[in-house]
């Protein structure tokens, strides 16, 4: 192990004042989000999404075609008893998995 004593030295062309932001994706103006799980604690993540700036709710999905289809009208998005077809058809960058905690891993592997 090294150890160092004294101050850390400053890193080469960059001061103690610079601010250096890495970003591993291109920017968006809006983040498309959408829920997966349209009861329980689905529009609790919905209500949260409303609060984000820079965030839109585009989309849901429920394997009941009533529940999906009042949670689309209650938060104005699309609504999908099918989760992949969503994603690809709503164009999502963000996704709550708001299923029961059993079923997962059936959404998202």
């Not at 993540?45 to 409303?50: R, T």
């Amino acid at each position: 192990m090294v150890r160092r004593t004294g101050p850390a030295p400053e890193p080469v062309g960059v001061s103690a004042f610079t601010s250096v932001t890495f970003s591993l994706v291109d920017p968006v103006d809006v983040i498309r989000y959408a829920v997966v799980g349209c009861a329980g604690i689905g529009p609790t993540h919905a209500e949260a999404v409303e609060t984000v700036q820079d965030a839109e709710l585009v989309a849901c999905a429920d394997v009941d075609a009533d529940a999906a289809t009042e949670f689309a009208d209650e938060y104005d998005c699309a609504a999908y008893t099918d989760t992949a077809e969503m994603v690809a058809a709503a164009d999502v960058d963000a996704l709550s998995v708001c299923t029961p905690s059993g079923t997962h891993a059936d959404v998202t592997v």
